[in-house]
């Protein structure tokens, strides 16, 4: 099998009602197939696949693994070159799976890509989940092209090249099976949120691009399964973002410093001072944090406070930071890699304050930045 589209479903039964058969029709010619792997869902999810549409394949895990845990379990179970992680609220129109599938046929560097992701409710709207491709901000603030905090483009044509970006949206990635196995994955203490952020920057430090192709094109609902306003999703933004950066930051800075400083012919001295940098930025962050924390408290948000509260508490439980010998056996192998991984998609600025100030006029300056 070419290609696997695989929806991971958690009690979205009247998503899939409405969307499966778009997902059906679109396959219909291709090397491709549809499987729901369902994450112990009570709402009859499975049942429903069972008697409208049984030419899906299904995948029953035994419990809610989260978005990470449900993937990893479900795609180990598929045989395909291709793997496409499809939210269960996703439109997909005639013909969005043929442009991608020729990218990574065509460009055998490109590791993942997706389509430009519009809003379901405004469709000549950008959606937010991840637009028309993400970066992160210096201090890992993820924003798109095509969404800028709460700011969201219309589409005009303005990102209709195609662009090699940090992260693509995990609503819709396709990715190659044999790097998601060779990589492990996507890191299961995530659970859901920026998953897919952690899953893209990890397989540019393995050599491979992320590749937003603009010909394919799948419309959002969004908040499917969390709403935006939920503590618990804030939590998990705030939480997972920290974790983003442990587990890339100091490899990615340690590229940076090899080329710029090239009098260091040592890698275990380049490796320790990388090591240093991305601990400092990740504490000025947590005191970003910290300071957003408090602002919540002040606008008597007291959800909100203890979720930031809570993601820093569980972020020191989950670290598992890697240290200066790590990161030098790392950046010795991958200088013998041939072409050396490089890191595309980091703004070397803060966001906010940009966009606070700046408003729309962010989106330009930041397209003339990368496209430098």
């Not at 090397?31 to 030419?55: H, I, N, R, Y």
């Not at 602002?295 to 979720?307: G, P, V, W």
């Not at 569980?314 to 598992?320: G, W």
Request: glycine share 8%; hydrophobic share 40%; charged share 25%.
């Amino acid at each position: 099998m070419k290609t696997a589209v695989v929806i991971l479903n958690w009690n979205t039964k009247n998503y899939l009602e409405q969307f499966v058969p778009g997902v059906l029709r679109s396959l219909e010619g291709e090397d491709a197939c549809l499987v729901v792997a369902d994450s112990a869902s009570t709402d009859g999810s499975m049942q429903m696949l069972a008697e409208k549409f049984p030419e899906v394949r299904q995948i029953r895990l035994d419990k809610n693994y989260g978005f990470t845990g449900g993937y990893n379990r479900a795609l180990r179970q598929i045989d395909a070159e291709y793997y496409v992680l499809l939210n269960s609220d996703i439109e997909v129109p005639e013909g969005w799976l043929k442009p991608l599938v020729q990218t990574m046929d065509s460009c055998p560097d490109v590791g993942a890509c997706s389509p430009k992701l519009h809003s379901w409710f405004e469709k000549d709207k950008f959606e937010y989940a991840g637009a028309a491709g993400g970066y992160l901000d210096y201090f890992g603030f993820p924003f798109c092209r095509g969404r800028l905090m709460k700011m969201i483009e219309k589409d005009e044509g303005q990102y209709d090249r195609r662009a090699d970006v940090l992260w693509a949206t995990g609503a819709c990635l396709m990715v190659r099976s044999s790097l998601f196995n060779g990589l492990g994955g996507l890191d299961d203490r995530f659970f859901a949120h920026m998953e897919e952020i952690d899953l893209c920057w990890r397989i540019q430090l393995a050599g491979y691009r992320i590749r937003i192709v603009p010909e394919s094109l799948v419309y959002h609902i969004g908040g499917g399964t969390l709403p935006q306003t939920s503590p618990w999703k804030l939590k998990l933004n705030y939480r997972n973002n920290l974790m983003l950066l442990e587990n890339n930051l100091a490899k990615t800075l340690a590229l940076t410093i090899s080329e710029k400083e090239k009098g260091i012919d040592n890698s275990g001295k380049i490796a320790a001072k990388a090591v240093r940098q991305a601990g400092r930025r990740i504490w000025l962050r947590m005191v970003i944090d910290g300071l957003t924390g408090a602002a919540y408290l002040l606008m008597l948000k007291r959800d909100y406070f203890k979720a930031v509260i809570d993601a820093h508490k569980e972020f020191r439980q989950l670290s598992k930071r890697p240290g200066a010998e790590e990161v030098n056996d790392w950046l010795s192998e991958s200088a013998a890699k041939r072409p050396r991984p490089q890191v595309q998609g980091i703004y070397p600025h803060l966001i906010i304050p940009m966009a606070i100030f700046l408003r729309n006029k962010s989106f330009g300056i930041i397209n003339k930045y990368f496209q430098k």
